[in-house]
């Protein structure tokens, strides 16, 4: 049985998770899909009402998630590989690594994958490596748009903007404590005009435009780590509780 529970405060809707350690989010049509490594599970809440619709258990610790045409990609640190799922949990494909992988993303007809020894690589659906680039840090979550795949660096706090050739066209931000400032940057998405960016040790989303210009931020969220957005709202996952902060995306303080 899924224990749920939802509050409404001031500053947007919490939901209250079953979970113990959710590391990111993915959604896909009017689906949430979060996962949480030490369950070995999904969660997948309906988006409209943010009620349980279903709980995919696994046989390995999932970290990252990627959901897009009826495939759910997850990564999985602990075994150096990428499950490729149907919606209903059954995997219909494994990918080996000689790296941990952290987060993901699909172009067309590869997937994109963070690596622990801070390589972003490329691989096709076969399982061979296509692409690689090294930026000799430890990288965080990955999202795209229709141009770019953005990248995160945890530890230079820059956001990197990679074309789908696999070319580092563009990056920005600065290490530090002040406002437009990033510390220990993990997750990020994009819409048409805007990156944001979670930092759990500002406990904010910091949001900037996509030439790099700080607008502003979503505070008081305790641990942010994933986070995406849609039209609307922005989902952040708050991995200490744990629970999801849905914010109205006009609702950004300056």
Known sequence: ?????????????????????????????????????????????????????????????????????????????????????????????????????????????????????????????????????????????????NSYIYLVDVNNAKIYLIDFNGKLTYFFGDFGITKGKLFRPTGIDVDKNYIYVADPIFKKVVVFTKAGSYVGYFSNIKNPLGLKVDKNNIYVLDSLKPTLVIRKKNEVER
């Open 1 to 145: 049985m899924l224990i749920f529970l939802l509050g409404l405060f001031a500053l947007g809707e919490t939901v209250n998770l079953n979970l113990k350690t959710p590391s990111d989010l993915s959604i896909y049509k009017n689906s949430i899909y979060i996962v949480d490594g030490l369950k070995q599970e999904i969660l997948v809440l309906n988006k409209n009402t943010l009620k349980p619709k279903n709980k995919i258990k696994l046989k390995f610790k999932p970290y990252g998630i990627y959901v897009e045409d009826n495939k759910i990609y997850l990564t999985s640190p602990k075994d150096k590989k990428i499950y490729i799922l149907n919606l209903k949990g059954k995997i219909e494909r494994v990918i080996n690594l000689k790296a941990s992988p952290i987060d993901l993303v699909k172009v067309k007809n590869l997937i994109w994958t963070s690596l622990k020894n801070g390589y972003l690589k490329a691989y096709s659906l076969d399982g061979k490596e296509r692409k690689s680039i090294n930026f000799n840090s430890k990288l965080g979550f990955l999202t795209k748009d």
